[in-house]
């Protein structure tokens, strides 16, 4: 059966995963981190995409951001993953694709999700034992977010601002975010959107995604289709 299309919908928020191919650590090394933080930074102006929130762990990268195209998305994905590949492998004296040959992305209603799956995203490489907290991971949007320093990569979504009136709320109530972390069913459904390009969202939400664009937005329903009633 053929694969779906990549689910992506101008102007709605995006989770974006981008895994190395057969799980290798592509981001072991921080030098690497810093070469696709530096990707980032090149690719992103020009290219029609906002980027509201990252993390870049060892074998994979987390973004969290706004395509104002349809296509937007997949060129800055390509040209990160041109410039940082070919950096990486001319480094290491290596050839060959270093990720996995599609990346993986679902659409998300910022209104209801966006601080969950920003924190969600800022809280992995806490999750995985590398610091105690996770502004203390450089390769990430925890530093921008809690007031340590000013990222260039990052735009603040407008649903963001809700949190609080000025930087200072924001930043204070940020911190109580990622102190609390994310409910743990909603963390399965925001890791289920991402590896089954899927929508998450309410009803009104996925309505309009599903006229937005010609492809499922959900997982089907199992078991053979229902029988059409039989006419009289």
């Given amino acids: 059966m053929a694969r779906l299309p990549r689910l992506v919908v101008a102007g709605e928020l995006h989770r974006v995963l981008l895994r190395g191919h057969a799980a290798q650590a592509v981001l072991e090394d921080p030098v690497d981190r810093d070469a696709l933080v530096e990707a980032l930074r090149q690719a992103l102006p020009g290219s029609g995409v906002a980027l509201h929130a990252y993390a870049l762990m060892r074998n994979e990268a987390h973004l969290l951001v706004t395509p104002a195209q349809r296509d937007a998305l997949g060129r800055l994905m390509q040209a990160v993953g041109r410039r940082f590949g070919s950096a990486h492998n001319r480094r290491c004296g290596r ?20 601080i969950e799956a920003t924190v969600l995203i800022e809280s992995l490489p806490v999750q995985a034992g590398w610091v105690a907290q996770a502004a203390d991971w450089r390769w990430s949007s925890a530093s921008h977010h809690l007031g340590r320093f000013r990222d260039p990569l990052v735009s603040e979504h ?48 996925l309505r309009r995604i599903g006229q937005a664009i010609d492809r499922p937005i959900g997982p089907g329903r199992r078991g053979r289709p229902p029988k059409a009633p039989e006419k009289p």
């Avoid at 050839?95 to 966006?114: H, N, P, Q």
């Avoid at 399965?188 to 009104?204: D, K």
């Fill in 158 to 205: 407008t649903a963001y601002w809700n949190i609080g009136n000025t930087p200072f709320e924001r930043e204070r109530a940020h911190a109580d975010l990622i102190s609390r972390g994310v409910a743990p069913e909603v963390a399965m459904q925001l890791e289920a959107v991402v590896m089954r390009s899927h929508a998450l969202g309410g009803e009104a939400f």
């Fill in 95 to 114: 050839r060959g694709a270093l990720w996995e040959g599609r990346f993986r992305c679902g659409v998300i209603e910022a209104e209801t999700y966006l």
